[in-house]
């Protein structure tokens, strides 16, 4: 292309166009700046804090250029740090020590770059074209660390510089960051300096010399690490032998209409990936329908049927109806709250008018923005960081504003009655979403979820979705235990100190007893060895398996009767990878050991089967755990499900039914339960 001398001058004069400032509002930094000095640079040499795979979806059709000619982008990135990380750089002992942490980081930056998931053809096309770029030296890699190892940072430098083939060169500053976020949707603002202009030349060259400084590692309070080899070699093992295709302006279009299969309810789209038919899922419709009326409460659907889609659904029809300005998006756990953003970043992206995706959570901080601009913007934010929210609203605002509570339940929590009563009332739209909203033993919990997000207006429970296909069959197994001795001395011991704590005038309420009593039965001496026993028997059950045990010294002995089977199996306890989780979703792994990091919101279809060695007295934890499994799986049309449970033996002067029995009484009533749709 460079060497038509007409296609230069014209490309010479686009560039020549181009404004001293951009400002995202005012201008579409992706459309007007970045694309059009992609499609005519010679080298573009970029220094950012972070970056992410999705970037690609902002170059669209510049990134073809990439793969066919000798253009070359320089990229010097900062891995995010979470606080763990920044502690142990902080306490490593030696620059060694830190060296190997930095290049973890590094690793773990380009690790979720290629494990994005891959919700249509375009991020998938996308991807490989990453992987293609580096593995073919069309894009160049380095990481950046500051030196400050009393507060480790970001490396927030964010300088870039493109060099023409006709010999100008354009550098920028500003903040926007490389990254689909930092193009398209965050607000943004970039001071661009440009070689041909009188008294921009010199900032230019300082520009650029600040660069090259740095990707020289001669930056004073900066580490510069090299693409690993680990790296390289797992970038060459995504990347394809030839030349992916790269018409992703193409793709995209595909992707958009391949995701509205069936147009109903006022033009509402069901993207069901796999596409059940409308009568099958017509509870969603109805569901959507009923809120709509409304504009708050609570749907009580069970694990599995669709909460999260009908959600964003609702979403689509008020997005459409224009009825909202932004949206507050909160649960529970890091786990969750990525699933989260991962759902509904594809929705935002293909609006008519995009809305950007902002995080407050684990090491993301984006609260701010969002209070300050919450136009177009969907906030993903942990419920225990809701109150600091609240209070940089204008209550003027939230009539605009819906706020989405997943896994509503936990909203009735002590803590949280007393940091957000009467806050929910202002917003336009309120939806709770929980299998099991009631709290059980906590009347006050329920009564304020009810108070503060409305009534329950729409069920669909565990029996009506295995009769309509939605959630597979399943076989229920119990396992009976005894209390041994040992159980019964620490019974004892539960109720000695009801008693001492009586004598103190600090009585133990209902809940403690029970509470304290339940970890002796979920903890019973005798589980481990019937397990390893009914696992002589039958060891196909640690197939695509979760287990539930209470607590991490509990599930020692589980591992040892596994590792007799199987070494593919792991653990995923709170201080665990959660590549762990990610490696089971994936079939890497056959069985998963966890205590209560899963139980809720995590979609895993090929899961199988669940033990459940710890299972508690109220239904909503035993709902959402046997959940995990009885979702359908499309490339597993057959599948059906199983349960392993284990049932304390009745004792004697037992007259009522424990609750191991009662739990037993139902799932073996449900797990009759079949088809007939």
Not at 45 to 62: E, P
Not at 64 to 81: D, G, N, Q, W
Request: charge should be negative.
């Amino acid at each position: 292309m460079h060497n038509n001398s007409d296609e230069i001058l014209i490309s010479k004069d686009f560039i020549r166009s181009l404004a001293s400032h951009y400002r995202s509002g005012e201008s579409n930094l992706g459309k007007e700046f970045f694309s059009p000095c992609l499609r005519h640079c010679l080298e573009y040499q970029r220094a950012v804090g972070y970056f992410s795979s999705k970037a690609l979806l902002a170059w669209l059709d510049v990134l073809p250029r990439f793969s066919e000619e000798s253009v070359k982008i320089y990229l010097l990135i900062s891995p995010e740090l979470s606080s763990g990380d920044r502690i142990a750089l902080q306490n490593a002992l030696n620059e060694q020590e830190r060296q190997k942490l930095r290049k973890l980081s590094a690793e773990s930056l380009i690790e979720e770059l290629l494990n994005e998931p891959i919700v249509s053809d375009y991020i998938e096309r996308s991807i490989q074209l990453f992987a293609w770029m580096v593995a073919n030296d069309h894009l160049v890699l380095q990481f950046a660390f500051p030196e400050h190892v009393e507060k480790p940072g970001i490396f927030h430098e964010k300088i870039g510089i493109f060099r023409f083939p006709w010999g100008d060169k354009v550098a920028f500053t500003g903040s926007a960051n490389e990254s689909e976020n930092g193009y398209e949707r965050n607000y943004e603002s970039i001071d661009v300096y440009r070689s041909w202009i009188s008294g921009d030349e010199e900032r230019v060259r300082i520009k650029q010399e600040q660069f090259e400084e740095a990707w020289a590692a001669k930056a004073v309070g900066l580490k510069v690490l090299p693409l690993s080899l680990e790296s390289a070699a797992l970038i060459r093992s995504k990347a394809p032998d030839k030349k992916p295709s790269v018409d992703l302006e193409c793709d995209l279009k595909k992707s958009i209409a391949k995701d509205k299969p069936n147009t109903y309810l006022n033009g509402l789209t069901n993207s069901q990936q796999d596409k059940r038919d409308k009568v099958q899922w017509r509870h969603q419709d109805e569901a959507i329908a009923a809120f709509l009326k409304i504009r708050h409460g609570v749907l009580e659907m069970a694990t599995g049927t669709g909460k999260t889609r009908t959600a964003i659904n609702i979403l689509s029809v008020l997005d459409q109806n224009n009825e909202i300005d932004g949206i507050v998006i909160s649960t529970e756990g890091t786990d969750l709250l990525d699933q989260w953003r991962k759902e509904i970043e594809p929705w935002a992206i293909k609006r008519l008018r995009p809305y950007r995706v902002l995080r407050h959570y684990d090491k993301h901080h984006e609260l701010g923005e969002f209070a300050l601009n919450h136009n177009r913007a969907i906030l993903v934010i942990s419920r225990e960081q809701l109150a600091s929210l609240f209070n940089r609203l204008d209550s003027s605002f939230k009539e605009r504003l819906i706020i989405i509570h997943d896994e509503v339940h936990g909203l009735g929590s002590p803590s949280l009655r007393t940091k957000l009563a009467g806050e929910h009332q202002a917003f336009g739209y309120r939806l709770g979403l929980s299998a099991t909203p009631e709290r059980e033993y906590d009347q006050e919990g329920t009564k304020f979820i009810f108070e503060e997000i409305g009534d329950v207006f729409f069920q669909f429970g565990l029996k009506e979705a295995i009769e309509r296909g939605i959630l597979c069959e399943f076989d229920y197994v119990p396992l009976t235990y005894p209390v041994t001795e040992g159980d019964r001395q620490r019974l004892q011991q539960v109720y000695a100190k009801r008693s001492a704590r009586q004598r103190e005038g600090r009585p133990m309420t209902k809940q403690e007893l029970w509470t304290e009593l339940a970890r002796v039965y979920k903890t019973a001496e005798k589980k481990p060895e019937i397990f390893a026993e009914y696992l002589s028997l039958n060891p196909q059950v640690i197939k695509s398996t979760i287990i539930f045990v209470e607590d991490k010294a509990y599930g020692e002995p589980i591992l040892e009767a596994l590792d007799s089977y199987t070494h593919r199996y792991r653990t995923y306890y709170a201080e665990d990878d959660r590549r762990n989780l990610v490696d089971f979703s994936r079939g890497s792994i056959d069985c998963l050991i966890t205590c209560h990091r899963i139980s809720q919101g995590i979609d895993i279809r090929n899961l199988q089967n669940v033990i459940l060695f710890s299972s508690s007295r109220a239904r909503l934890e035993t709902i959402q755990r046997i959940g995990r499994c009885l979702r359908t799986d499309p490339s597993f049309p057959e599948k059906r499900a199983m349960i392993v449970d284990f049932v304390r033996s009745k004792e004697d002067e037992d007259n009522e039914l424990n609750a191991d029995e009662a739990r037993c009484i139902w799932l073996s009533a449900l797990s009759q339960t079949r088809r007939i749709e």
